[in-house]
């Protein structure tokens, strides 16, 4: 089965603090992509990120960064000097690749709630 | 703009009824994905299309939800004899062409269901 847990419900933070995310997951698929989303208030989904299972190089695309460890099956992220558009809750996500079937459904973590207050 | 659409934003209707809730994937995208979202929950998944037909239907609570995608364009989840439990936000997403290797899934707003 797969399943991704996010244990921090809510983190609060003031704004420039750097604040990272956790994100745990289980799988027995080899072949699997780990996303984030952000919902800020809004609603709507916004992709941030997708790695692959192949792919341990981390990765940084401005203030944000991402940590994927295989070893300890985990896919932090990371705001550097956070700022208050920041707040919205932040969405885990995994996905398996099936050969046989047509499984391309997102395994969502409960997501973490962050409030960046100025 | 060119990202996924859903109509309409906001649904409130009685229990019992029946309502329809469409999506207008991104230009091009084959696969199309509906969610739902409760309060404080992440999105579950409900249909999987690809092209016109029902891929995976593995989420649908029970038969009283149903989805079609008749011309592999825009999407409608129906749900008859709504109840109370079916108040969520009920979310569309769409891919290029869910084949090969495992694709982003863009969201849409979202329609928020209000079941009295």
New interface residues.
Partial sequence: AQK?TQAQTEISVVEKEDVTLDCVYETRDTTY?L?W?KQPP??????LI?R?SFDEQNEISGRYSWNFQKSTSSFNFTITASQVVDSAVY?C?L?V?RIA???????????TSLAVNP | GAGVSQTPSNKVTEKGKYVELRCDPISGHTALYWYRQSLGQGPEFLIYFQGTGAADDSGLPNDRFFAVRPEGSVSTLKIQRTERGDSAVYLCASSPSGQGSLETQYFGPGTRLLVL
Avoid: D, H, Q
């Avoid at chain 1, 809004?42 to 992709?47: A, C, D, H, I």
């Avoid at chain 1, 079937?101 to 997501?111: P, Q, Y």
């Fill in positions: 991704v992509y996303f989303y809004s609603g709507e989904l916004v992709f997708r692959n969405f996500a996905s690749s079937g047509n499984n391309r459904k997102l395994i969502w973590g409960l997501g």
